[in-house]
Nanobody, 116 residues
């Protein structure tokens, strides 16, 4: 069973930074790795993705503030979040999506709270 485990969430003041990490139990070749977030009553939304070829995609709301990186040697996906704002408060989920089919996996989520 493939597993994704997130870590690094927590409480941070506005303007602060956090780095989320996701550890995968297996090597994800030909998968697009990504981060999504969800707030109560809302659908899960894309934050950032990184394709197997290195192409990166960001939500407009996080461009210039967040950066996704994938370390294939350690099976880790990171999300560096800078200049955090209260509207970034959400549960953040790690995702692996097979680029040639519908197979996909989700982590259990990690809470990020931005508040003074």
């Amino acid at each position: 069973q493939v597993q994704l485990v997130e870590s690094g969430g927590g409480l941070v003041q506005p303007g602060g930074s956090l780095r989320l990490s996701c550890t995968a139990s297996d090597v994800f070749i030909h998968y697009r790795m990504g981060w999504y977030r969800q707030t109560p009553g809302n659908e899960r939304e894309l934050v950032a993705t990184s394709g197997s070829g290195g192409t990166k995609n960001y939500a407009d709301s996080v461009k210039g503030r967040f950066r996704i990186s994938v370390d294939y040697t350690e099976n880790k996906i990171h999300l560096q979040m800078n200049s955090l704002q209260p509207e970034d408060t959400a549960v953040y989920y790690c995702n692996a999506q097979y680029e040639y089919g519908r197979e996909h996996y989700w982590g259990q989520g990690t809470q990020v709270t931005v508040s003074a």
